[in-house]
């Protein structure tokens, strides 16, 4: 007897077992380490044996909604699983299993805890996983803004070479030809940062340029009321890296 009760109490969630009533037969010391308030619970005290459980739930909905999940766990005698988020931010799990005994359900197991930590880890995963989508994305609105772009340049050149030299047509393709230099510039650097690194080696690289093609594209990311200064070093750094990491970094470092 002692040693499962060293068991009970030695968990880290609130187990609470139920009567078919849904009266509390047992509790474990593990509702001390949780908030007063969890699982759509408050307890201010040691919960009081023979006292039912739903007693401790102020939320009228949230009473009905346990009630519900205890009645189909009885019926069924198959486990629930019941989440709940509180106002506080906290992510909360209540299992309710059946209490089997001699072949009958006899009442309710209910074990709550805390899914706050888990939550926020599923949280970034997706967020992970929603960039790496938006990054592919982004490499194929690169590709075809590129072969634009390649259009534009090269009948950019065509009407320069029609054109005389130092007249007003000749200076706006030159214009256009920059403007489309550059963006064929900016459309290459997102296409390096939004490539897959798995497999590829890293090169020796100028740092002072890598941080100048990471400050471009955090201009472009940036808030508006935000100014980004970048001071070089007056003389090459060279670095044995991956570019798509090491810019990679230095937004997350802006951001």
């Not at 634009?148 to 000749?170: E, F, W």
């Not at 296409?191 to 020796?204: C, D, I, P, T």
Request: net charge neutral; charged share 20%; proline share 4%.
């Amino acid at each position: 007897h002692d040693f499962v009760r060293s068991i009970l109490h030695s968990l880290d969630s609130a187990i609470y077992s139920l009567d078919r009533e849904f009266r509390v037969t047992h509790a474990n010391d593990g509702w001390r380490q949780l908030p007063a308030q969890h699982g759509g619970l408050r307890l201010d005290g040691p919960p009081e044996i023979g006292r039912s459980l739903l007693d401790y739930v102020p939320d009228t909905a949230r009473r009905k909604e346990l009630r519900e999940t205890f009645e189909t766990v009885l019926q069924t005698g198959q486990s629930q699983d019941n989440r709940f988020q509180a106002s506080d931010g906290h992510h909360w799990l209540v299992k309710i299993s059946p209490w089997v005994h001699a072949g009958s359900v006899r009442g309710l197991i209910c074990n709550i805890s805390d899914q706050t930590r888990y939550h926020e880890l599923q949280n970034q995963l997706f967020q992970s996983q929603k960039m790496e989508i938006i990054g592919t994305l982004a490499a194929g609105v690169a590709h075809d803004f590129n072969n634009l772009l390649q259009a534009i340049r090269g009948n950019t050149s065509l009407v320069m070479l029609q054109a005389p030299q130092g007249s007003d047509l000749h200076r706006w393709g030159e214009q256009i030809s920059l403007a489309a230099t550059r963006a064929a510039e900016i459309t290459q650097q997102l296409l390096s940062f939004s490539h897959r690194s798995e497999g590829k080696q890293r090169a020796v690289l100028d740092l002072n340029q890598i941080v100048h093609e990471a400050g471009q594209l955090a201009r472009r990311t940036l808030r508006g009321n935000v100014n980004l200064e970048i001071f070089p070093a007056p003389n090459p750094i060279p670095v044995k890296i991956e570019l798509s990491r090491a810019t990679q970094t230095l937004l997350n470092l802006c951001v």
